[in-house]
């Protein structure tokens, strides 16, 4: 039993937590290349930015007194996302609409976000410093543990944890309504399937390309949040998750936002059990051996410092079966 | 009264100009057909008209209105519709959906509108659940005239609705085209199929080198003995 929840923790746990994060962030990706044909690779660095403006809110929260059973980083989002998309916005109109009206070419769009992540990453060192920063510097992480009969560990999880799980789950809802039920939600699936009919149709592409930014600002700030209450939050909190983010919107199939979700959960899967030492779990067995076999203490199929591969062997993997990633397969 | 007039056009996508100086004038009841050999700038005189292509002399004037370079999504509220070639669908949506988009800029209830739509084509009542991908090629073609339909445009443009379909299809299209007149919308549209075309026509124009050559009902081309030699393929 003491296995079973040992590989619960590790890998159920951590798996949902890094697939939630992927996904959202994901999911962004994937609207963006959607609909302005680019790959947006500042996207990790507007998570980023959305935590430090949740971090702001926070400590502004706390300077006044504001006392919340929840952790106070999860109660500023309602706040935090608003911020967020503004920002988002603003970075799209400062730098990506003039090149867009100028008509380069996506490769041109692509440099201007590298360009725009090392921006980022430079003013949030400049106000913040390079230090990490807990968002529990003034309250306690709660953790829950669910006793499992007959082991001695128990399943254990963070109240951030769970909140992220389910606020990925509304998200996720949330946006399939949009993109299903809504009048502009429709037009950003036209827009993202035939732009050029988008505009003979009279739809507003400009409005589109704004609800886009709107909504993957808004999931960035609630992933990057997320995951610095998980974690702690640094200057490179999600710049270090970027490529395996756009790793699971290609594994998804660029463009499709369930995809991305999907991806982000596969990748998310994929590292965890990668990096998870076998060697614990298989323990029980180690009487059973045949004489001179016995269980090396780690045996993980890939050591952690080279978790990063494991998003490209699943992104390799997919692509050599299904090229254009795994939901587009059937149609277009 | 006439619903669409374009003077003296000259327009082209950046070099030397596609069209040196167009007329037409078309009534609110015509089906005009617009002919002419590969290249002479048939589809860019719908472009021009329809805001895809910079007019750079010359002046369209839509139902009393200058509407010369208004860009697409000012012309659709207008009671301006187009049918491109090719890529006129969204794939990835659904016979509904797509409908739907062809109703964006609306903001009244479009359900009537709908219904008529699949009484004009009863084909995709039963397909309004399918991704528009999934269809066959007259299908395809039926939603693409079916969105173009759906924001009640007093004119619709369509660029060679019957290429590359099979002859049944193609037939259906030209049926498909004169119903949509019935109903009270002009058709302005651009064919290669242009015997097939013109003879369902009440005004035909022959465009070579990016000029007027001939202009008449559909019928009297069909029987100038010389637009028949030319044009017609004898």
């Known amino acids: 039993m003491n296995e079973l929840v040992f590989f619960i923790n590790k890998v159920l746990v951590s798996g949902s937590v890094l697939g939630s994060v992927y996904a959202l962030g994901a999911v962004g990706v994937t609207l963006i290349f959607g609909i302005l044909r680019f790959a947006h690779f500042a996207h990790g660095d507007m998570m980023t930015m959305g935590a430090f403006v949740s971090f702001l809110l926070a400590a502004a929260f706390a300077a006044i007194g504001i006392q919340t059973p929840l952790p106070t980083g999860f109660i500023v989002l309602p706040f935090a996302l608003p911020i967020a998309a503004a920002l988002a916005l603003s970075i799209d109109r400062g730098f990506y609409k003039p090149l867009r009206d100028r008509g380069v070419r996506p490769v041109t769009l692509l440099i201007a976000s590298i360009g725009v992540t090392l921006m980022i990453q430079g003013l949030i060192r400049l106000f913040f410093g390079v230090s990490n920063r807990s968002f529990f510097e003034n309250e306690a992480k709660e953790i829950f543990r669910i006793a499992v009969i007959g082991a001695k560990r128990s399943i254990s999880f963070s109240e951030p944890q769970v909140l992220l799980i389910i606020t990925t789950v509304v998200a996720v809802t949330a946006l399939h309504l949009f993109l299903t039920r809504s009048r502009l939600g429709k037009g950003m699936r036209a827009m993202a399937d035939n732009a050029d009919l988008a505009r003979v149709s009279g739809i507003n592409t400009g409005e589109v390309v704004r609800a886009t930014w709107i909504i993957a600002g808004s999931l960035a700030c609630l992933a990057g949040t997320m995951l610095a209450l998980d974690v702690s939050l640094k200057p490179d909190l999600a710049f270090n998750i970027v490529l395996p983010i756009f790793a699971a919107a290609i594994v998804g199939g660029l463009g499709h936002p369930y995809g991305a979700i999907a991806g982000g959960f596969l990748v998310g899967f994929a590292e965890t059990l990668a990096v998870f030492n076998w060697s614990s779990v298989l323990r029980p067995f180690k009487d059973v051996l045949p004489d001179g076999w016995t269980l090396p203490s780690n045996l993980s199929l890939v050591p952690t410092d080279y978790k990063l591969t494991v998003a490209f062997v699943i992104l390799v993997i997919v692509l050599l079966f299904r090229p254009t990633g795994i939901f587009k397969g059937a149609s277009t | ?234």
């Open chain 2, 1 to 234: 009264m006439t619903l669409i007039a374009a003077s003296g056009l000259v327009a082209g996508y950046g070099g030397a100009p596609i069209l040196n100086g167009v007329d037409l004038e078309v009534e609110p009841d015509d089906i005009a057909v617009i002919v002419g050999p590969n290249g002479a700038g048939k589809s860019t005189v719908l472009k021009a008209i329809f805001g895809l292509v910079a007019v750079a002399e010359g002046n369209v004037v839509f139902d009393g209105d200058d509407i010369t370079n208004a860009a697409p999504d000012t012309l659709v509220p207008m009671g301006m519709s187009f049918v491109p070639q090719e890529f006129n669908i969204f794939t990835s949506m659904t016979v509904e959906e797509n409908l739907e988009m062809g109703a964006y800029i609306r903001r009244d209830d479009f359900s009537e509108t709908m219904a008529s739509v699949y009484d004009m084509f009863p084909d995709l009542l039963s397909k309004r659940r399918q991704k528009a991908g999934e269809l066959s090629g007259g299908q395809r073609q039926m939603v693409a005239m079916g969105r173009a339909l759906m924001s009640k445009p007093k004119l619709l443009l369509m660029d060679e609705p019957s290429a590359g379909l099979s002859p049944i299809y193609m037939e259906q299209v030209f049926e498909h085209v004169q119903r949509v007149n019935r109903a009270g919308v002009c058709v302005l549209m651009v064919e290669q199929n242009a015997r097939r075309a013109l003879a369902i026509a009440s005004k035909g124009l022959v465009i070579a080198n990016g000029r007027n050559r001939f202009t008449g009902t559909g019928q009297d081309l069909i029987n100038d003995p010389d637009v028949a030699k030319s044009f017609l393929g004898g």
